[in-house]
């Protein structure tokens, strides 16, 4: 009996491995980028479940070049490409095609092509494929590419070959000036789309060289791609949303340029009748520095009167960049700002009288205004 | 903390409380707050502790009239014999039920986010022994474990939950007060039935040294789940937003993989929610196995309250693997909940109370 009970203990912690199928983790690939485009001429003669919709690019990275010494090795990943009628199958033919698992555990970026987001279907099918079975994270960010996300994906970019850790870095980096291009991550994206059918995606591109450059946005409404917003579009999106941080704003004062630091902002937007008629107001608030102008003994800006003048100055220019934003939304009949949202969270009683015909029309001809206040906190050291 | 004389304190029986509500259902809360009550189904469980209070007064009016009986000792005397195993019976399908459901949506959850390739049965078993090998130690033993396992299920929630606390966006809550007082009273209902475990004290109350304080046991458990469901559903609606929460089967899991550490610092923080809940799905799997053994041990006068825990373990796995998907099985744990739930919180009990007072059976002033 004793020789029994010593045997079964022996035996009883093998149960406690956890799992008896494990792979290493040196036997996964560790997918750190995804671009999902659509098919360029998929065969339109086939049916649903064989048309080969997706192509989407996996980016395979090198862990063991990656790290420890060889941190600047060459060819430090490994770009698949496949073409197929779902996600799923796109996975199935990736794993015949690489001796390891793939795992999407650890992906950082997922960046969409400009024909898949004209596809309403695909696009949207694509995402609820991801998130169903848990795939990936929904903390993963999102970007819109002009063009084919794979040939981005693929393109050198001397400053990180992976493109996914380039994107996490890039809006990781919380030094970094948020001035014209809007994080997005999945989780968020679902969030707006589901609230309010609207939400951007920041957009990416790649030059000749191969540098990257993170600005713009693609505008979404219920799935669909609408158009491009450009960076001083994005600009005042950030301003109504009051996000901006460490942005550079420009004017002219007294024949000299004068550069003034946005080092903090904020937005509130509350509704009014005026005349019987509704109205938004977006407040903004802005914190900076004056950091650059050249002072002379006759334009000194060390004094309050030439302060309220950059003030005013500074004031026309802000509400101008917010002012561009607000008329390219309403141009679309697109609410990317929230201001319906505002109105439905802070006046559910006005809301609804507007939230059948908002989409409609309604929007395009409501009254928005901006007002700013500026705050000139400091002039640098110089007069 | 008591020396093997099979009672529990009332602290313990507070934790006990506790960790049994803080169950599957918890996972499923804000989906189902916000389905009854959209953007302002965070007040739900505020409002379902008036039901508690209901479930609560039931229940300890019952067990104070017979201090140191449970509803096997007691419910005999109120109602005779054969009426009472009937009872008793049910009482005990009921349990087993419950957690076989509970236990098989546990299962589809590990599957589904920590061990993809695992058998479900092999988790469902796996936890059934290890419960069984807890219980078999008898109620002290199952008490202790709940007040080392509270920190471990705790720590991490309340670590996860800070970071979504002060990041999350609060405007999703808005607009307040839109919701009709009808729907506010139904959901309200629904969102107690997440007190359930309450039931547990018709058997749990005989088992307590100091009975008299009982009201203040279950007052302290209620309170306390309340006010964790509340934080939880404002966490989810503000991380993942209100329609999303409806969309999503499990919510607050997808709220944890919705977040972003500083930094990316810890990736899969969802794990950190799994954590506390499998501990305290342990728990409830405990209570199941036990109320149950105890019934059938007590029923039949054996000495040993554990023999009945490893038969019931086969019952228990068939009623978990019976339903054939998750959708089956989804079906079955709430409408279960819904249409059996409250049984033995307040019709029940009511009944055993009116038939004692008739027959004036029972302490008087208990």
């Known amino acids: 009996m004793g020789k029994f009970k010593g045997l079964l203990l022996l035996i009883l912690p093998l149960m406690l491995t956890g799992c008896w199928d494990s792979v290493e983790l040196n036997e996964r690939h560790v ?156 989780a968020n994206l679902i969030k707006e789309l589901e609230d309010t059918g609207v939400s951007t995606m920041p ?46 704003i420009v004017v002219t004062y007294k024949d000299h340029y004068l550069t003034y630091m946005i080092k903090d902002q904020k ?27 050249l002072s002379s003994n006759n334009k000194n800006i060390f004094n309050e009167e030439s302060i309220t003048e950059i003030t005013q100055q500074l004031k026309q220019e802000i509400i101008r960049q917010t002012n561009l934003v607000i008329d390219k939304s309403q141009s679309l009949g697109v609410d990317f700002l929230g201001i319906g949202l505002e109105m439905y969270r802070k006046d559910p009683k006005q809301w609804k009288n507007y939230k059948d015909t908002w989409n409609e029309g309604d929007y395009k001809d409501f009254p928005i205004h901006v007002d700013t206040t500026v705050n000139i906190q400091n002039t640098g050291i110089l007069e | 903390m008591f020396s093997h004389n099979g009672k529990v304190s009332v602290r313990q029986v507070e934790i006990l409380l506790i960790l049994q509500m803080f169950n599957t259902s918890i996972l499923l809360l804000p989906r189902i707050a916000a389905n009854h009550a959209g953007r302002n189904g965070y007040m739900l469980p505020i409002v379902a502790l008036a039901f508690g209070i209901i479930y609560l007064f039931s229940i300890t009016t019952l067990t104070n009239r017979f201090k140191g009986d449970t509803l096997v000792e007691f419910a005999p005397k109120i109602i005779g014999k054969p009426i009472a195993y009937c009872v008793l019976a049910l009482f005990a399908i009921k349990i087993m039920i419950t957690t076989g459901l509970e236990i098989r949506m546990f299962g589809e959850m590990v599957s589904q986010v920590m061990l993809p390739k695992t058998p479900i049965e092999v988790i469902i078993l796996i936890m059934l022994l290890t419960t069984a090998y807890l219980v078999k130690s008898g109620i002290e033993a199952t008490a202790r474990m709940a007040e080392i396992l509270l920190y471990f299920i705790f720590i991490p929630l309340v670590i996860v939950l800070t970071f979504i606390i002060v990041k999350a966006d609060y405007k999703q809550l808005m607009p307040f007060f839109e919701t009709d ?71 607050v899991l997808t709220l944890m993989q919705s977040i972003q550490f500083p930094g990316s ?102």
């Open chain 1, 203 to 248: 957009m990416i591109m790649s030059d000749k060289e191969g540098i990257i450059q993170i600005s713009g946005a693609a505008l979404i409404k219920d799935y669909a791609f609408v158009t491009w917003l450009d960076k001083n579009e994005v600009r005042g999106q950030l301003l109504v949303e009051g996000k901006i941080k460490h942005v550079p």
């Open chain 1, 31 to 186: 997918i750190l980028e995804i671009a999902i485009d659509k098919t360029p001429k998929p065969d339109l003669s086939k049916p649903i479940n064989e048309r080969q919709i997706y192509q989407i690019t996996y980016g395979i990275p090198d862990i063991g070049k990656l790290s420890g010494k060889d941190s600047l090795a060459e060819n430090v990943k490994t770009s698949l490409t496949t073409q197929s009628p779902s996600i799923a199958t796109s996975i199935d033919e990736i794993e015949t095609k690489t001796q390891n698992t793939v795992t999407f555990s650890h992906t950082k970026a997922l960046i969409l092509g400009e024909e898949m987001l004209k596809d309403k279907d695909a696009f949207q099918a694509a995402i609820d494929a991801l998130l169903r079975d848990m795939r990936i994270g929904r903390s993963v960010i999102v970007l819109a590419t002009k063009g084919l996300a794979g040939d981005l994906t693929q393109a050198d970019n001397p400053q990180n070959p992976i493109m996914g850790m380039y994107i996490m870095k890039y809006f990781n980096n919380k030094e970094r000036p948020v001035s014209y291009a809007k994080g997005q991550l999945l």
């Open chain 1, 267 to 293: 937005s509130k937007i509350h509704f009014k009748e005026n005349n019987g008629k509704l109205e938004a107001n977006i407040d903004l608030t802005v914190k900076g520095d004056i950091i650059e102008y």
């Open chain 2, 181 to 251: 007082i009808v729907s506010v009273g139904k959901g309200a209902f629904v969102v107690s039935l997440s007190f359930m475990p309450i039931e547990f004290m018709l058997l749990l109350a005989g088992l307590m040294k100091k009975q008299e304080k009982t009201k203040q046991a279950i007052v302290i458990a209620l309170i306390t789940i309340a006010i964790i469901e509340t934080i939880i559903i404002i966490s989810t609606y503000a991380g993942i937003g209100v329609n999303e929460s409806k969309r999503q089967i499990w919510p």
């Open chain 2, 265 to 366: 610092l810890i990736e899969n923080q969802e794990i950190l929610m799994m954590t506390s809940w499998v501990f305290s799905i342990y728990m409830y799997i405990s209570a199941g196995l036990y109320f149950t053994s105890l019934i059938g041990s007590r029923t039949f006068k054996f000495k040993r309250e554990n023999v009945f825990i490893l038969p019931i373990i086969p019952i228990i796995y068939f009623i978990a693997i019976l339903p054939k998907s998750l959708v089956e099985a989804y079906k079955y744990y709430v409408g279960f909940q819904y249409h059996f739930g409250i049984w033995f919180l307040v019709p029940i009990p009511l009944v055993l109370i009116f038939i004692a007072k008739m027959r004036k059976v029972g302490h008087v002033n208990g």
